[in-house]
């Protein structure tokens, strides 16, 4: 293929982070009006060379050619300028201002009072932000706040602010890491479009059947390096997964016959209400016995979250009661319920599971630092921080930091392995994941699985909350499934089928 026919070229790109080398010696070539997949772990680098293309990083070593001419990218400025947008797995988005606000950030429509004074056009620019939304079917009310709108919807705001700057070339970092399942079939129908309509698409994620189903070719990096492009259709997921893990996978989680124990959670009746104080956790009643996995499903908003939070001490309950092992947790706080016996792996990793700039040795000892060895007679002891993190980092496979480096530059992967890692360590009776594989490769949801039932045979009680069904029919003992804030079905995993589940989901069934 002629050289010109490529719209971006990354020729030989090394970028090092002082002793870790994030991209090794990669060289992609992108066509225009394709869908290309970078496919890799959590730490691969894919984040890392896209940051690059978008100028947020400068390569110690390579070169970089957009449609043919070599450029130098310094800034995401200037990348804007050569028609590149991004969307970052995190979203740069300021909370406090509206939809319109945000897309118009550093470039606003000026327009001037009684011929004079200077003035942003928010209402032009309002007008002009609707049609741009319809017109590309990622609908928005362009006045309402970042704050109060969904996630999806802050990724359309996202996209919206790319498709306002005429960015040509389009990439999404791990773009569904933070979608529903229906939400991700309508992002999947919008990436189509927006490649028919001449846009060429870099894709970063690890979720296979999202690139067998978008994508015309994938790039697999592993550990820095660049291992194989393939063409997307006429190669297996099972042989992605390989090339990207670097050995072999298995898709179905192996787990013996459940043993179970005593109870050791058990709720009754419990209410919670939002900050609206409307009920979404309605008079829900369940037991979570020891050496059991009890997941709850349902579609995102039905309540498993806050029941969760609940759990935890995160939310007040309104009404009912929570023990563990029989110690009432109805009015205690989040570190009693901690030494009461509950480990949380929350959903929002980095709002309420980890503090960015703590270094990864203390947030991974942010549950025990007051208890020895970290601390004696009040003083903490840095070195048994770090001595603990080793420990943890190797068992974990936590990549991309020293003990003494913060989390806040790490990839959301490993910012996850390190949350698993500090919750499983507590060795608690209860164990609750929300969500523990959102965001995570293929290899490392393996590993998830595998130490959940391996702490379920333990004798741990485990409750799972996930919005993946593939996940609870293959980890669950027992499923409860909530549909609008009730749990209206609980039943032994090995007695329901996943077509029985989605309809108690969708509310199509009832007890």
Request: hydrophobic share 40%; charged share 25%.
């Given at each position: 293929?002629?050289?010109?026919?490529?719209?971006?070229?990354?020729?030989?790109?090394?970028?090092?982070?002082?002793?870790?080398?994030?991209?090794?010696?990669?060289?992609?070539?992108?066509?225009?009006?394709?869908?290309?997949?970078?496919?890799?772990?959590?730490?691969?680098?894919?984040?890392?060379?896209?940051?690059?293309?978008?100028?947020?990083?400068?390569?110690?070593?390579?070169?970089?050619?957009?449609?043919?001419?070599?450029?130098?990218?310094?800034?995401?400025?200037?990348?804007?300028?050569?028609?590149?947008?991004?969307?970052?797995?995190?979203?740069?988005?300021?909370?406090?201002?509206?939809?319109?606000?945000?897309?118009?950030?550093?470039?606003?429509?000026?327009?001037?009072?009684?011929?004079?004074?200077?003035?942003?056009?928010?209402?032009?620019?309002?007008?002009?932000?609707?049609?741009?939304?319809?017109?590309?079917?990622?609908?928005?009310?362009?006045?309402?706040?970042?704050?109060?709108?969904?996630?999806?919807?802050?990724?359309?705001?996202?996209?919206?602010?790319?498709?306002?700057?005429?960015?040509?070339?389009?990439?999404?970092?791990?773009?569904?890491?933070?979608?529903?399942?229906?939400?991700?079939?309508?992002?999947?129908?919008?990436?189509?479009?927006?490649r028919d309509g001449g846009k060429t698409i870099i894709l970063i994620t690890h979720k296979l059947e999202e690139i067998k189903k978008v994508a015309d070719r994938c790039a697999i990096l592993c550990r820095g390096k660049l291992v194989d492009v393939l063409d997307v259709a006429t190669t297996s997921t099972k042989k992605m997964a390989n090339l990207m893990v670097g050995r072999d996978v298995s898709f179905v989680v192996d787990k013996k016959p459940p043993k179970f124990g005593d109870v050791v959670l058990d709720v009754k009746d419990l209410c919670v209400e939002n900050r609206d104080h409307f009920d979404v956790v309605k008079h829900v009643s369940f037991q979570v016995h020891a050496g059991e996995i009890f997941a709850?499903?349902?579609?995102?908003?039905?309540?498993?979250?806050?029941?969760?939070?609940?759990?935890?001490?995160?939310?007040?309950?309104?009404?009912?009661?929570?023990?563990?092992?029989?110690?009432?947790?109805?009015?205690?706080?989040?570190?009693?319920?901690?030494?009461?016996?509950?480990?949380?792996?929350?959903?929002?990793?980095?709002?309420?599971?980890?503090?960015?700039?703590?270094?990864?040795?203390?947030?991974?000892?942010?549950?025990?630092?007051?208890?020895?060895?970290?601390?004696?007679?009040?003083?903490?002891?840095?070195?048994?921080?770090?001595?603990?993190?080793?420990?943890?980092?190797?068992?974990?496979?936590?990549?991309?930091?020293?003990?003494?480096?913060?989390?806040?530059?790490?990839?959301?992967?490993?910012?996850?392995?390190?949350?698993?890692?500090?919750?499983?360590?507590?060795?608690?009776?209860?164990?609750?994941?929300?969500?523990?594989?959102?965001?995570?490769?293929?290899?490392?949801?393996?590993?998830?699985?595998?130490?959940?039932?391996?702490?379920?045979?333990?004798?741990?009680?485990?409750?799972?909350?996930?919005?993946?069904?593939?996940?609870?029919?293959?980890?669950?003992?027992?499923?409860?499934?909530?549909?609008?804030?009730?749990?209206?079905?609980?039943?032994?995993?090995?007695?329901?089928?996943?077509?029985?589940?989605?309809?108690?989901?969708?509310?199509?069934?009832?007890?």
């Open positions: 293929m002629e050289q010109e026919d490529y719209i971006i070229e990354m020729r030989h790109i090394t970028k090092r982070f002082g002793a870790v080398v994030a991209n090794d010696d990669v060289s992609i070539s992108v066509r225009k009006g394709e869908i290309y997949a970078l496919l890799g772990e959590n730490g691969a680098g894919k984040s890392t060379l896209m940051s690059m293309l978008f100028g947020m990083y400068e390569p110690d070593e390579g070169e970089i050619y957009i449609r043919g001419q070599k450029v130098r990218i310094h800034s995401p400025n200037q990348a804007t300028k050569l028609n590149i947008g991004m969307v970052h797995q995190h979203f740069k988005l300021v909370q406090n201002y509206t939809i319109t606000e945000n897309i118009v950030l550093g470039i606003e429509p000026i327009r001037r009072k009684f011929g004079l004074f200077p003035c942003v056009d928010l209402k032009g620019a309002n007008e002009k932000i609707r049609a741009l939304s319809k017109a590309y079917g990622l609908e928005v009310e362009p006045t309402e706040k970042i704050e109060d709108v969904s996630v999806s919807i802050q990724q359309r705001v996202e996209i919206l602010k790319m498709l306002y700057r005429n960015a040509e070339i389009l990439i999404f970092d791990e773009p569904t890491a933070v979608l529903t399942p229906q939400e991700i079939e309508f992002l999947l129908e919008i990436l189509r479009s927006l709850v499903a349902g579609v995102a908003g039905n309540g498993q979250g806050e029941l969760a939070d609940a759990i935890a001490g995160l939310t007040p309950q309104k009404a009912g009661k929570i023990t563990v092992n029989g110690t009432d947790l109805t009015n205690l706080g989040v570190r009693a319920r901690t030494k009461a016996g509950v480990s949380y792996i929350p959903e929002d990793r980095q709002a309420v599971g980890l503090i960015l700039d703590f270094s990864l040795g203390e947030n991974l000892a942010l549950k025990s630092y007051g208890d020895p060895p970290f601390c004696e007679h009040g003083v903490l002891k840095p070195d048994a921080f770090v001595e603990h993190a080793k420990g943890l980092i190797s068992d974990y496979d936590i990549r991309g930091q020293k003990p003494e480096g913060p989390v806040r530059p790490m990839s959301g992967g490993n910012q996850q392995k390190i949350i698993v890692a500090r919750e499983i360590d507590l060795e608690s009776p209860l164990m609750i994941f929300v969500q523990p594989t959102r965001g995570l490769d293929i290899g490392a949801i393996e590993n998830i699985h595998k130490r959940m039932i391996a702490e379920r045979d333990k004798g741990k009680a485990v409750l799972l909350i996930s919005l993946e069904l593939d996940e609870i029919m293959n980890c669950a003992d027992t499923i409860g499934v909530m549909y609008n804030g009730e749990m209206t079905k609980i039943a032994a995993a090995d007695t329901l089928t996943a077509n029985e589940v989605g309809e108690f989901m969708m509310g199509v069934k009832a007890q």
